[in-house]
């Protein structure tokens, strides 16, 4: 069978994974902080002299779009917007020690007395590990990530540190997206603490995502998969033919 198909079948996979990125994006439209995935499609050619007249193509997601959102207000003490390019660190899912980063910002304490954002990933402090926060202890966060939590059973008391919210920069670092759609360091590392980082308390970022463009890239997508289907069986009907004049012979 001609390679023809094989060529075109490479791209209808990589349109295909285009699909799946872009309705992503389009479902987490309104998940505050989240950035939309960056998608590729790069030629994968076997240079061996011979013409390179059809050339296999590998599409993945290759990154994130880090640019800001809007933020919008909440009135919600715990909600924090970081300003700037600035990163919240997370203890990685499962607890194994590593750290991704996220702008989600909205954050709650747990049953356990951890503090975590919407998706429950643990807040980690500048010491490295998870901010927990006494029960029953009214919680307040300052300008530059500090966690303040006032004694229930001492009025007028000030409210005194428990932690301060590991924020760091990704600026001249490589920050990747995951398969786990969490940004991260490759090969494991960490994010220094970034010291001059800050929060707007009482407000989110929103996410990046622009509706009606993911929309118009959902129809371009769609479009790219029935145009390399139509090749592939264009390619049959060409192969078909020349079946069928070599059984004249």
Same mark, same amino acid.
């Given at each position: 069978?001609?390679?023809?198909?094989? %060529?075109?079948? %490479?791209?209808?996979?990589?349109?295909? $994974?285009?699909?799946? *990125? #872009?309705?992503? $994006?389009?479902a987490n439209a309104s998940t505050p902080g989240f950035r939309q995935e960056v998608f590729a499609v790069k030629p994968s050619v076997l240079r061996d002299g011979s013409l390179e007249a059809r050339a296999p193509a590998r599409g993945n997601v290759r990154g994130a779009d880090l640019?800001?959102?809007r933020v919008a207000p909440t009135g919600n003490p715990l909600d924090i917007a970081v300003q700037g390019d600035g990163l919240i660190a997370f203890q990685t899912p499962g607890g194994n020690g590593g750290e991704v980063?996220?702008?989600r910002g909205d954050l709650r304490i747990s049953a356990t007395g951890l503090l975590e954002n919407g998706e429950g990933l643990a807040v980690l402090g500048i010491g490295g590990g998870p901010i927990t926060v006494p029960q029953g202890f009214p919680v307040s966060i300052?300008?530059?990530g500090t966690v303040l939590a006032a004694d229930p059973d001492a009025p007028g008391a000030q409210p005194q540190q428990v932690g301060r919210i590991k924020l760091v920069s990704p600026e001249g670092s490589t920050v990747i997206k995951g398969t786990d759609t969490f940004l991260k360091v490759p090969g494991g590392g960490v994010l220094p603490a970034d010291p001059t980082a800050l929060v707007t308390t009482g407000s989110l970022e929103q996410s990046n995502v622009e509706t009606a463009e %993911?929309? #118009?890239? *959902?129809? +371009?997508?769609?479009?790219?998969? +029935?145009?390399r289907f139509k090749v592939m069986s264009t390619a049959t009907e060409i192969? +078909?033919?020349?079946?069928r004049l070599m059984s004249l012979r």
């Amino acid at each position: 069978m001609d390679r023809m198909i094989y %060529t075109a079948l %490479t791209g209808a996979n990589a349109a295909m $994974n285009r699909q799946r *990125m #872009v309705a992503n $994006n389009l479902a987490n439209a309104s998940t505050p902080g989240f950035r939309q995935e960056v998608f590729a499609v790069k030629p994968s050619v076997l240079r061996d002299g011979s013409l390179e007249a059809r050339a296999p193509a590998r599409g993945n997601v290759r990154g994130a779009d880090l640019a800001p959102a809007r933020v919008a207000p909440t009135g919600n003490p715990l909600d924090i917007a970081v300003q700037g390019d600035g990163l919240i660190a997370f203890q990685t899912p499962g607890g194994n020690g590593g750290e991704v980063y996220s702008r989600r910002g909205d954050l709650r304490i747990s049953a356990t007395g951890l503090l975590e954002n919407g998706e429950g990933l643990a807040v980690l402090g500048i010491g490295g590990g998870p901010i927990t926060v006494p029960q029953g202890f009214p919680v307040s966060i300052s300008g530059d990530g500090t966690v303040l939590a006032a004694d229930p059973d001492a009025p007028g008391a000030q409210p005194q540190q428990v932690g301060r919210i590991k924020l760091v920069s990704p600026e001249g670092s490589t920050v990747i997206k995951g398969t786990d759609t969490f940004l991260k360091v490759p090969g494991g590392g960490v994010l220094p603490a970034d010291p001059t980082a800050l929060v707007t308390t009482g407000s989110l970022e929103q996410s990046n995502v622009e509706t009606a463009e %993911t929309l #118009v890239a *959902m129809i +371009e997508a769609q479009r790219s998969f +029935e145009q390399r289907f139509k090749v592939m069986s264009t390619a049959t009907e060409i192969d +078909e033919a020349g079946a069928r004049l070599m059984s004249l012979r």
